[in-house]
């Protein structure tokens, strides 16, 4: 399918959009508010996924949620001690009108982080919307990110009766470390994507600009390396053991001296490491996490590679067994500049966003970019849009806030693109 | 006081106590056996001591225990997550009928291990006086320590009257990992004791055999580091953090190369390493746990030197700062010939055990050796002794299990040899 | 001084200038095939200083040569076993006729490198004019640059006599490594120098084009440290020993641990490690060289302090003692906008170079920048420029050789710099 | 054959043989001194060996010498700069009468040290003898060892016309670092010896005492190993590198930990390491020289193998070749009770040496142990002596120096227990 379907919202559809979203922004920052209050860890959105999913019945989408939309894919990075329900969460609604056109995906996410939110001088706790769950708090957006996901199913619902083609919108679990992605792609929901809109609020990007050019997602990687050997007294016999840790030390050291690169954003971090279990004892096993990052895929697959051999290595220099689990994953990513100029065009019809900036870089690593390049590598279209949102503290932090001003901003976006892409009001 | 003490058990004497053993040996098997489904974990010793504080109250010693003998002492080595009571355990029986004579003490140990005992083809199982507490056993041999400790002080009771010097029956707290001991010489006991007799059953030596001229006690210090840097994010600026995870494995194979030497029974032994929180933060945080141990105290006094030294530079090497606490600790030990030639002699006339090894390799860390050094380094004697008792299966095992022949055989000896240096009888 | 100084040639001096620059092309290209045959090593730049010395004494310069002009300044990284003479090159034209007006610097290098000059397929070799020393070889361009020193010696002395300011023209020793131009700054030459012109022929600008708005200097440092530690029998007392190749080692591992940031063009290299003398002797002594890189300098003093700290901190882990030797030095640099705009000007009206380029990427270290700052340092002005010339091969390798015909451009455009600064027919 | 030759010399053929050696005594001493004057490094006893086997022919011996000895056996550890000759030295005398009777050989080892002999307060600069060779010196005894070996053949030669057996007088080359003695046995000589005999003056053992029952020996392997990877530029392209010298710095850290052992003498050193040509470059070699100890083979064995993987692993973390050559080798050895008896009874009817220690531990590594090692392997017997000298100062120091009085007992002793081994004068 060619991308004739970029076309531009009507007047009269930007008309009536915006008369829809200016009515519903009260309800978007109330329904910001209620999931602000009730942060679930990634893989363990159970109360959010129910709320999401009943609130799309009660719109008449078909809903698939939890195990019926990953379809017995791989949960990458699970808990280790999961609790009843956890990586059966997420869910997303699908409407199909039987109309030929093309078949467009929305995705936010919907997980917090393991973060206690601030008290003091923090206007959620001083208006008496915080976090009701300890030691967890929405600190990077997503619960901005579900408001206006339910807010476009909301207010597209009514139209979509005229649409030509299909909508998805997917309510994504475990976006935190780069796990839920992949599972969504390895259920096949790409397959037949021919347009992919994701989006990312606040990021540096002011209240009222809106960074369409966007560049610099950090393709990562996350990995967890069990070290196995054998005990032995480490008095008696220590040539008897075979030491995990220090064949997790060696390797520690040895990973971090494979981020040299004339490449850009070359990086790798062991995280954590846990190993040996009792002082007069060879230790027996070792568990280290690390993440590696870099500009381009090429170099990530590169690093991979080389710090696999560290970790085998290291192991047989002290002849124990090593494995290497894979949990979570990033790519990267450039926003094509015809879905680049398309949005803007829109963006300038809709008066959604007053400002559009030249280009952005999004520093940082976002697992929709394995949504993306998947559309993307079977000649559908895809574009991630950061929407400018002042915010009181840095992303992952326990003062973090933003201006829900963006909320509308972003729905009326959204509602737009999406709209015109399906020919609503051609 | 010259060691003019060391006089052997009269005729007389040897016949009343190998009547009275006699007569005891099924109260000390039993004694073993409810000790035995009762450990508990150094310092966490307070039913056991209890018990056996208890005991010798009702045999009309004055009876110091807890704190109370610790004296603000302080103690190695307590977990991480005290109970309340942790830390105020042991006992200490102390006889003194005012006559003039020399302060002997004889010092047993009562600590358990975190070990899950054996269930199939176990004695102790099968004849239902096996640990009744998860994970813990009596797998060293304290708990038939114990029944002895009781056992002399049931016995050598009504013989005091005529005791010329003073007794004191130590029920020692924390043996394992070397912790208890130092709190006691701290708290001051040591510092008029004339004659210092502690003992382990088993190692190898097997019944009916003592092992009197004991040699090989290895010297040990164990340690517990922690390394604090400062947290960035690995992606943005991992300049901007402090490694502190990079300095503990650094110093974790820095250590180990320190332990080539000519000198004997030289080890260093990094047994635990828990570092940092997350996959992407530089970690700021890692803590590692390691012993050192050498046969002579000259050469374990050296690598503590190196080991320190090594620790401080890994830290300065990646900017992070170091602290290091001592949690367990004990000495090299030599039994001097004459408290060997005395207690053989003395082992001939009370008949307690048929064979005396030549010379034994105790081969092992015990920190009765703090006690016999401090009572050594002011003028007295002492003598650690192994009383032989074939076992089921190795020390800290979880089918350990000893002959309790050895108890009768060892009371005897023990009754024998304080009595005679009591001049009780003579 | 203001940069009034800073004006365009007028025509006439144009005309003077093609004219003099079209005659000494033949000239120019001899002059370079002579210097390529007598390439000398840094330092050691004897006959070529004496060569240039003569030739410039002889055009009524007054010249200040070897150990007159570095004024007893530090000789960073003098060979290991230096030959007579060695350190004492170099030198500098000095021409000043009294008149007021600004101090210039023209600064070219002179030394060649430790490469065997291809024999195949080379012109120099089939031609004749091949290097004449073993193992030696000008093969950075920099007997291109003698040339050209040479020929604005040549064509701008007759018309000195009208200048307003003073000329110097630096034939600097020792670039390659960063070496020669820090004693020249010590020597205090740029303390009043107004206006600096540093060129550089090659690296990737093709014949015809001209890099006036480069950036991309890469800051640079190059050490040499040394371990000291204590022999000892390997079999009988390695623990008497303090062995300095293990030092060396975590050195360098950790050195190269510290290549990680978020700030650009960070690198840590240790490129040589010597240690030890014997197989069975604990070594007592090792010695690295490495260097670091940054993109701005900041960066490069803050790596430079960690560095410093890992080599200490290495060696206090094997107590053994360290010292840290700087052996070159290069600074970032940035042409700034007046200079690149004036640069532009006058070539346009020279007609030197056809093509200006927008910008360019040095993309590598060049200790012109050590002077260059000096000058910006103290309110001059200062400009490194890349001379365009297509390269048979890449620089530093057996087959470089360069299009001669940028000889004659760089000439003309520098004596029209130099004269237009100097007020010369004006 | 059963050992039945190990008889004693009969009261006729002591007489003689105290005879002959007093009479020799003069010679003895200055034959020593004169090879003390001309010392040659192992695998360069180029003029020894001519001087030796000139001697030995003029006695009417049969002389293999050098590369007609060693029969294309392989030379460890040559020299990297070969020399004319190097590595065809060595010699050995052969008597073979043709009267049935055990094989007999009887080794000395002949090459000296690099070591600059002391000339200040030390006996044979002195005395005018010293060393006539820069930086090489006899500082071990082997030309004591020489003076002895022709001692013995020039005695036992008249002596031979009725011995019962064959005589061989191995004159071995490059014993230091463990080389010549593995060449002797791959060339086959080993293969009928019945009885063998190697001797060693000094060691500790005090001038008239003789030790028979010598234990201690260290195994030992000496091998240099060789990573190769891949060259970069370090600035542009460090992840395009290979880097071999960081696999080296990771290998020596890591054979340094497998010393810790329960077996004794176990030891690893790295005694050089070479890595990298260049400051910007990333290293692509690396050399480093170890060696292993251990008191036992089965242990050295162990550490042999743990140390290939940790190299192989060490190369791999850093994706360079490596390549391990053994240079040297020893094994442990003890001399059988049936020797040691035997010796004894011989010496004390020769009156060789006053004093024969109860055991001593050699304390050092011997490749005459391969040499024993093969001969008991096939049924032979074999003893490796230290024959009692006092010394000016340590073996393998500028000082060294021995007590000459040891030259006469030595050879009488070896004269008497071969003669009477071969049936002389019985």
Same mark, same amino acid.
């Given at each position: 399918?060619?991308?004739?379907?970029?076309?531009?919202?009507?007047?009269?559809?930007?008309?009536?959009?915006?008369?829809?979203? +200016?009515?519903?922004?009260?309800?978007?920052?109330?329904?910001?508010? !209620?999931?602000?209050?009730?942060? !679930?860890?990634?893989?363990?959105?159970?109360?959010?996924?129910?709320?999401?999913?009943?609130?799309?019945?009660?719109?008449?989408?078909?809903?698939?949620?939890?195990?019926?939309?990953?379809?017995?894919?791989?949960?990458?990075?699970?808990?280790?001690?999961?609790?009843?329900?956890?990586?059966?969460?997420?869910?997303?609604?699908?409407?199909? +009108?039987?109309?030929?056109?093309?078949?467009?995906?929305?995705?936010?996410?919907?997980?917090?982080?393991?973060?206690?939110?601030?008290?003091?001088?923090?206007?959620?706790?001083?208006?008496?919307?915080?976090?009701?769950?300890?030691?967890?708090?929405?600190?990077?957006?997503?619960?901005?990110?579900?408001?206006?996901? &339910?807010?476009?199913?909301?207010?597209? @619902?009514?139209?979509? #009766? #005229?649409?030509?083609?299909?909508? &998805?919108?997917?309510?994504?679990? $475990?976006?935190? +470390?780069?796990?839920?992605?992949?599972?969504?792609?390895?259920?096949?929901?790409?397959?037949?994507?021919? &347009?992919?809109?994701?989006?990312?609020?606040? &990021?540096?990007?002011? *209240?009222? *600009?809106?960074?369409?050019?966007?560049?610099?997602?950090?393709?990562?990687?996350?990995?967890?390396?069990?070290?196995?050997?054998?005990?032995?007294?480490?008095?008696?016999?220590?040539?008897?053991? @075979?030491?995990?840790?220090?064949?997790?030390?060696?390797?520690?050291?040895?990973?971090?001296?494979? $981020?040299?690169?004339?490449?850009?954003?070359?990086?790798?971090?062991?995280?954590?490491?846990?190993?040996?279990?009792?002082?007069?004892?060879? %230790?027996?096993?070792?568990v280290l996490e690390f993440d590696i990052r870099a500009a381009e895929m090429p170099a990530l697959q590169m690093l991979d590679m080389r710090c696999r051999r560290m970790i085998e290595a290291s192991a047989a220099a002290y002849e124990v067994a090593s494995s290497m689990e894979l949990r979570g994953e990033?790519?990267?990513?450039?926003?094509? %500049?015809?879905?680049?100029?398309?949005?803007?065009?829109?963006?300038?019809?809709?008066? =959604?966003?007053?400002?559009?900036?030249? $280009?952005?870089?999004?520093?940082?690593?976002?697992?929709?970019?394995?949504?993306?390049?998947?559309? =993307?590598? @079977?000649?559908?279209?895809?574009?991630?849009?950061?929407?400018?949102?002042?915010?009181?503290?840095?992303?992952?932090?326990?003062?973090?806030?933003?201006?829900?001003?963006?909320?509308?901003?972003?729905?009326?976006?959204?509602t737009g693109l999406i709209a015109a892409a399906l020919s609503i009001g051609r």
């Amino acid at each position: 399918m060619s991308n004739e379907f970029l076309g531009l919202p009507s007047r009269a559809l930007v008309d009536r959009l915006q008369s829809d979203v +200016g009515a519903l922004s009260p309800w978007l920052t109330r329904t910001r508010r !209620e999931f602000h209050a009730l942060p !679930e860890l990634g893989w363990r959105e159970i109360e959010t996924t129910r709320r999401i999913a009943t609130e799309l019945t009660g719109l008449g989408y078909k809903v698939v949620a939890g195990s019926d939309m990953l379809r017995g894919a791989c949960r990458f990075g699970m808990s280790a001690a999961p609790i009843p329900g956890e990586g059966d969460t997420g869910c997303m609604a699908v409407f199909d +009108g039987g109309r030929a056109g093309p078949t467009i995906c929305l995705r936010v996410d919907i997980d917090a982080l393991p973060i206690d939110e601030a008290v003091c001088g923090h206007r959620p706790a001083s208006e008496g919307w915080a976090s009701a769950v300890p030691s967890v708090m929405h600190a990077c957006g997503h619960d901005g990110h579900i408001a206006m996901g &339910l807010g476009v199913a909301r207010i597209l @619902r009514p139209l979509l #009766e #005229e649409a030509a083609g299909r909508l &998805l919108i997917l309510f994504q679990p $475990a976006e935190e +470390g780069g796990r839920g992605a992949r599972a969504v792609v390895e259920a096949g929901w790409m397959a037949d994507v021919d &347009l992919f809109l994701a989006i990312h609020i606040g &990021l540096g990007v002011p *209240s009222g *600009s809106l960074a369409l050019d966007v560049d610099g997602f950090l393709a990562t990687r996350k990995f967890k390396t069990r070290f196995s050997g054998l005990a032995a007294h480490a008095g008696k016999s220590p040539e008897q053991g @075979r030491n995990a840790l220090l064949a997790a030390c060696q390797a520690t050291l040895g990973l971090h001296s494979l $981020a040299q690169s004339g490449e850009p954003g070359i990086r790798v971090n062991v995280g954590t490491l846990r190993g040996g279990k009792a002082l007069n004892v060879v %230790p027996d096993e070792a568990v280290l996490e690390f993440d590696i990052r870099a500009a381009e895929m090429p170099a990530l697959q590169m690093l991979d590679m080389r710090c696999r051999r560290m970790i085998e290595a290291s192991a047989a220099a002290y002849e124990v067994a090593s494995s290497m689990e894979l949990r979570g994953e990033a790519s990267d990513w450039h926003n094509p %500049p015809k879905i680049v100029e398309w949005a803007k065009s829109a963006n300038s019809e809709l008066s =959604a966003f007053p400002t559009v900036l030249d $280009a952005h870089a999004f520093g940082a690593s976002e697992d929709a970019t394995l949504l993306a390049s998947a559309v =993307a590598g @079977r000649g559908g279209v895809a574009g991630i849009f950061v929407l400018g949102a002042d915010i009181a503290d840095g992303h992952h932090t326990p003062h973090f806030d933003f201006d829900e001003t963006v909320l509308a901003r972003g729905t009326l976006l959204l509602t737009g693109l999406i709209a015109a892409a399906l020919s609503i009001g051609r």
